[in-house]
């Protein structure tokens, strides 16, 4: 049994006294909803890069740029991706993107870098996607407390699998959903290769068919925060939900040495885009930190991939420490469209 439950049912009354003592944490508001789509309506998508040793000076500039980058156009949902060292840093990177943008619509996770078309940022850096437009809506949910903090595959594989899954089916049962529903993100405080069990949970809910795409935060300690609503949280996990009149594509490959990590990155690219049928609008390319560090020059991946998707399609792209999506080696499970592995890149593309 799971810790998390197996405490809840030895002390019922444990819950209660810690809501009593941590009230404000028990009011959370765990879910999210945008306002509700036009199959008519507008898409509007944008992608800002900072990078700055002033943490609320960076969060506040990529605010900034994004917000002029979308213009006139509503925005439901930012996704951040964070990568400063510790938690002090990363709460200014909060604070100055929310003093620009409302707190509300903030949703990420510390990472290991990022990258967009206008370059490979790794240390002291953030990048916000911009979703906006009332032909798109953003449902969100988060799942707290996933009982794995200290849990370890070589010790505890039973506990760690038990919690994930319950916390991954949890976590999709919670999330709002439309008919028009297309594309599920998630991001986890759960390192490949736990990313896996997480992601197994989901697919209860969602089927093994649906488009489930992510990563995996930092794993550093002390860096590994998601953030929902502008908060920040371990030991959780968040999704968020795109819907809408539109089309998505997925394509992952997987490398370990620096030529395949390039070459990999602009099959998987070529792949995605041309499974497309629509006119693509935007790409989300959820990347392995691994294969970032196998580069002799961290730029050679980004060219490859603006090889095959040009340099005019909004491109968000994070380092992280675990992908889902589609598997380059599908062993374990060929009927899932998605996986949780690592060392991939695992690219999406949003089409019209």
């Known amino acids: 049994?799971?810790?998390?439950?197996?405490?809840?049912?030895?002390?019922?009354?444990?819950?209660?006294?810690?809501?009593?003592?941590?009230?404000?944490?028990?009011?959370?508001?765990?879910?999210?909803?945008?306002?509700?789509?036009?199959?008519?309506?507008?898409?509007?998508?944008?992608?800002?890069?900072?990078?700055?040793?002033?943490?609320?000076?960076?969060?506040?500039?990529?605010?900034?740029?994004?917000?002029?980058?979308?213009?006139?156009?509503?925005?439901?949902?930012?996704?951040?991706?964070?990568?400063?060292?510790?938690?002090?840093?990363?709460?200014?990177?909060?604070?100055?993107?929310?003093?620009?943008?409302?707190?509300?619509?903030?949703?990420?996770?510390?990472?290991?870098?990022?990258?967009?078309?206008?370059?490979?940022?790794?240390?002291?850096?953030?990048?916000?996607?911009?979703?906006?437009?009332?032909?798109?809506?953003?449902?969100?949910?988060?799942?707290?407390?996933?009982?794995?903090?200290?849990?370890?595959?070589?010790?505890?594989?039973?506990?760690?699998?038990?919690?994930?899954?319950?916390?991954?089916?949890?976590?999709?049962?919670?999330?709002?959903?439309?008919?028009?529903?297309?594309?599920?993100?998630?991001?986890?405080?759960a390192h490949s290769p736990k990313n896996q069990f997480l992601l197994e949970g989901a697919q209860k809910a969602m089927g093994k068919d649906f488009p489930i795409t992510g990563g995996s935060a930092n794993k550093n300690a002390g860096q590994t925060f998601v953030y929902f609503q502008g908060r920040m949280y371990t030991d959780s996990a968040i999704a968020l939900m795109l819907s809408g009149d539109f089309q998505v594509s997925m394509a992952g490959r997987q490398a370990k040495e620096n030529a395949k990590v390039i070459s990999s990155a602009a099959e998987g690219a070529h792949e995605a885009l041309k499974a497309m049928k629509a006119r693509p609008f935007s790409v989300l390319a959820f990347n392995c930190a691994g294969r970032q560090g196998k580069l002799d020059n961290i730029e050679d991946e980004l060219t490859a991939i603006q090889g095959i998707i040009g340099k005019e399609i909004p491109l968000f792209g994070a380092y992280c420490a675990g992908e889902i999506g589609p598997a380059d080696i599908t062993e374990k499970d060929p009927a899932a469209l998605s996986s949780g592995v690592g060392w991939h890149v695992m690219f999406t593309v949003l089409g019209r």
């Not at 999210?32 to 943490?55: E, L, M, P």
């Not at 605010?63 to 951040?80: D, F, I, N, W």
């Not at 990420?108 to 850096?125: K, M, N, P």
């Not at 949910?141 to 038990?162: R, W």
């Open 1 to 189: 049994m799971c810790r998390r439950a197996h405490l809840a049912k030895l002390f019922p009354e444990v819950s209660f006294l810690i809501c009593l003592a941590f009230m404000a944490g028990c009011t959370v508001n765990e879910t999210y909803v945008s306002q509700d789509v036009r199959t008519d309506g507008s898409i509007t998508t944008g992608v800002a890069s900072v990078q700055n040793t002033d943490a609320f000076e960076a969060g506040r500039q990529a605010a900034g740029t994004l917000r002029e980058k979308m213009g006139q156009s509503p925005l439901h949902a930012v996704v951040l991706a964070e990568c400063f060292e510790g938690r002090a840093e990363k709460k200014e990177v909060l604070k100055g993107v929310c003093s620009v943008l409302p707190k509300e619509i903030i949703f990420g996770f510390s990472t290991y870098g990022s990258f967009a078309q206008t370059g490979c940022l790794d240390l002291d850096s953030v990048s916000l996607f911009g979703i906006g437009g009332d032909g798109i809506g953003v449902s969100a949910a988060l799942q707290q407390n996933l009982g794995i903090a200290g849990l370890t595959m070589e010790e505890d594989e039973s506990e760690l699998t038990e919690c994930l899954r319950t916390g991954g089916s949890g976590l999709a049962a919670k999330i709002p959903r439309s008919d028009d529903d297309r594309l599920m993100v998630i991001m986890a405080d």
